[in-house]
């Protein structure tokens, strides 16, 4: 059974940073041949897309307000993908999930929740003032 697992949350000032780390396992699952995505879901808020990254991790894309803020990058090897935020905000407050879609990468699919086969459970982050 695949399983995706993040870690890497928590408590930290705005303008401080974060490294969230999305392992995936189960059997002989390998997420090189998957697009791998981060959304985030705030108290009372629709889940929305953070950011997506290609098998090879030529195509990347952001939400907008993260753009300039977060990074995402993978290593296929090691079955892992990782989330950089920088410069948190108060807004950036919210359960941040790892995806996994077996599709390939395109931009308008990338940022839609639904196309998403694999999930993991979530990490939290808080930023403070």
């Known amino acids: 059974q695949v399983q995706l697992v993040e870690t890497g949350g928590g408590l930290v000032q705005a303008g401080g940073s974060l490294r969230l780390s999305c392992t995936a396992s189960g059997g002989s699952f390998s997420i090189n041949r998957y697009t791998m995505g981060w959304f985030r879901q705030a108290p009372g808020k629709e889940r929305e897309f953070v950011a997506a990254i290609s098998y090879t991790s030529r195509s990347s894309d952001f939400l907008e307000s993260v753009r300039d803020r977060f990074t995402i990058s993978r290593d296929n090897a090691k079955n892992l993908v990782v989330l950089q935020m920088n410069n948190l905000r108060l807004e950036d407050t919210a359960v941040y999930y790892c995806?996994?879609?077996?599709?390939?990468?395109?931009?308008?699919?990338?940022?839609?929740?639904?196309?998403?086969?694999?999930w993991g459970q979530g990490t939290q982050v808080t930023v403070s003032s």
């Open positions: 995806a996994a879609d077996h599709t390939p990468y395109n931009p308008a699919a990338g940022r839609a929740a639904n196309e998403y086969d694999y």
